[in-house]
């Protein structure tokens, strides 16, 4: 089952189209990561998910039911984390959960449970430091607890780990990994090697479309090759391969490494060293990274 549908959907802002004509939809308990440029639109669409922001036209659906602008009927599934999350400084993050439980109608003994399964899981029992004090990688993992508080279908979470360090960043993706046996997670970013790590799906959001979309296999398998590296026993044998095959680069004095490259490209530098009974430590087909995707895809 999909959990979030989104089809046709588009938003203009005065003569500036922001978003045109996107669709994509979000398999239950995965983790799916939205992938763009700064101004690609993410947190845009973030909006109209949660019924924050007016359409122009499309159909947004969360568990089945469609998204009305200024209505909250299907919030009930989501939780969400913004990029900057805001806190009453003078909170505990007890007493932070307990209030968005009760401003929430929940049951205290469910938010009681609720709210110390949680803030084990963040990383947070037992701390009595008040809100104010918090590190940035604090206060995501506060937000996070806060977000999964009513057991929400879809988890949302814009730029979860901008800004933080590089402990702080995998705190913050170990628990997006962990929660997804609980719920569905999207979060956008532009921390490709976070999108790696953690997701099943991904999308290319690019000038307000999906460029590219499907799961980490599909879009390194759709798009052209990683290339393949070749590591010779001699720096002389290395100079005879380079002679004939001009395209790479030397990263070491007896390793050269052809960036693009396809299967096929490597199975002719296999018949040329058999031909000419050159012997080689090393030849290794190399996946096409991320970042190499994401830059092909928005042209650079």
């Known amino acids: ?172 993706l170990d628990i997006l990994s962990s929660v997804r046996r609980h719920t569905t997670v999207l979060f956008s970013t532009h921390i490709l090697s976070d999108v790696e790590r953690i997701c099943d799906e991904v999308a290319f959001l690019h000038q307000g479309s999906i460029a590219l979309r499907g799961t980490m296999e599909e879009v390194k398998a759709a798009r052209r090759g990683g290339g393949y590296e070749v590591e010779f026993f001699s720096p002389r044998d290395a100079d005879t391969f380079a002679e004939v095959f001009r395209e790479g680069r030397r990263t070491d004095r007896a390793v050269l490494r052809y960036d693009g490259r396809t299967e096929a490209d490597m199975l002719q530098a296999l018949r040329f060293l058999a031909d000419r009974g050159i012997p080689v430590q090393r030849i290794e087909l190399l996946e096409p990274s991320l970042e190499a995707l994401f830059m092909e895809v928005i042209g650079k």
């Open 1 to 172: 089952m999909d959990v979030l549908e989104i089809t046709h959907v588009s938003k203009t802002f005065g003569k500036k189209k922001i978003i045109e004509d996107l669709s994509f939809s979000v398999p239950e308990h995965s983790v799916f990561g939205f992938i763009g440029e700064n101004g690609a639109g993410k947190t845009t669409t973030m909006r109209m998910i949660l019924g924050l922001l007016r359409k122009d036209q499309g159909q947004i659906l969360v568990n089945g039911e469609r998204v009305v602008y200024g209505q909250n009927r299907t919030n009930r599934y989501i939780g969400y984390l913004p990029d900057v999350p805001e806190y009453y400084g003078f909170m505990t993050p007890g007493e932070y959960l307990r209030l968005c439980g009760r401003v929430t109608g929940m049951e205290e003994k469910e938010i009681d449970k609720q709210s110390e399964r949680l803030l084990e899981l963040v990383g947070l029992a037992h701390q009595e430091k008040r809100i104010r004090g918090f590190s940035r990688g604090m206060k995501q993992r506060l937000g996070i607890a806060q977000a999964l508080l009513n057991r929400p279908k879809l988890l949302i979470c814009d730029e979860p780990t901008s800004a933080l360090d590089p402990a702080g960043r995998k705190e913050i």
